[in-house]
């Protein structure tokens, strides 16, 4: 079984909450989300292995460590996993993006599937999905089964906020894909949304309600 790892950071907890707040603007919003993003990568890339070269520096010679060439890749989920790409960006300036448009259905709370553009060698990258919202669970075990079927292999998924339903379909659909997030919540309620939650991401982030 896949882990779940919470970014127990004591910012990362501060701004989430800012996050929540009904009265935060959607410039704040914005603003915040990106922050978090950030804080949430420096703790994904924890892992990431290095290698030892050399280096001058102004007084010696000196073995010191890189990143181990790895090549890295951003699966946004549109729309509001957008919000978080910059933030995450920051940190791993190199990575190729890649976009999966999924909306999900208000009746049906399925996944429907309109937009999919990757960078041609994604299966050769390590990959984080980055999405604000785990709700059902729905959009992102399709987002993992999407890059699947292109035979992507080395997945994360990175999301602030998860409902404990949505995390257990997920980890049944992809017990090979780890789940970083900032909160675990309670609850879905009765339309899929999450317990307490932050809202509709999509909404708040681009000020469409
Ligand atoms: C939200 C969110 C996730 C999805 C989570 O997107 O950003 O993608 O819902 O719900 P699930 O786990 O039940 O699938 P939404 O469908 O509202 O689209 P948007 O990002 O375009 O607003
Ligand atoms: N999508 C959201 O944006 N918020 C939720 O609470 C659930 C799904």
Same mark, same amino acid.
């Given at each position: ?17 800012? &996050? ?32 030892? &070269? ?5 007084? %010696? ?73 785990? %709700? ?5 075990? %399709?987002?993992?089964? %999407? ?13 602030? &906020? ?31 949304? &999450? ?15």
């Amino acid at each position: 079984m896949s882990k779940v790892i919470i970014c127990d950071h004591p910012l990362i907890q501060h701004k989430l909450t800012l &996050i929540r707040d009904k009265r935060t603007t959607t410039k704040e919003f914005r603003e915040l989300v990106d922050e978090v993003a950030t804080l949430m990568a420096y703790e994904i890339t924890r892992e990431l292995r290095l290698q030892t &070269i050399t280096v001058e520096t102004p007084v %010696a010679k000196t073995e010191t460590k890189v990143i181990a060439g790895r090549m890295l890749g951003l699966i946004p989920i549109l729309r509001a996993g957008l919000g978080m790409v910059d933030g995450v960006v920051k940190l791993i300036p190199g990575a190729k993006i890649g976009h999966v448009g999924l909306f999900r259905d208000p009746e049906t709370l399925q996944p429907v599937e309109y937009y999919t553009k990757l960078p041609t060698d994604v299966h050769e990258r390590e990959l984080i999905i980055i999405d604000p919202m785990l %709700a059902t669970g729905g959009s992102a075990i %399709a987002a993992v089964d %999407a890059l699947k079927k292109r035979n992507c292999t080395q997945m994360k998924l990175m999301c602030l &906020i998860a409902a404990p339903e949505g995390v257990k379909l997920f980890q049944e659909a992809h017990p090979d894909v780890d789940i970083y997030l900032a909160a675990l919540d309670e609850r879905l309620d009765d339309h899929g949304y &999450i317990v307490p939650g932050l809202g509709d991401a999509g909404d708040r982030l681009f000020g469409t309600k």
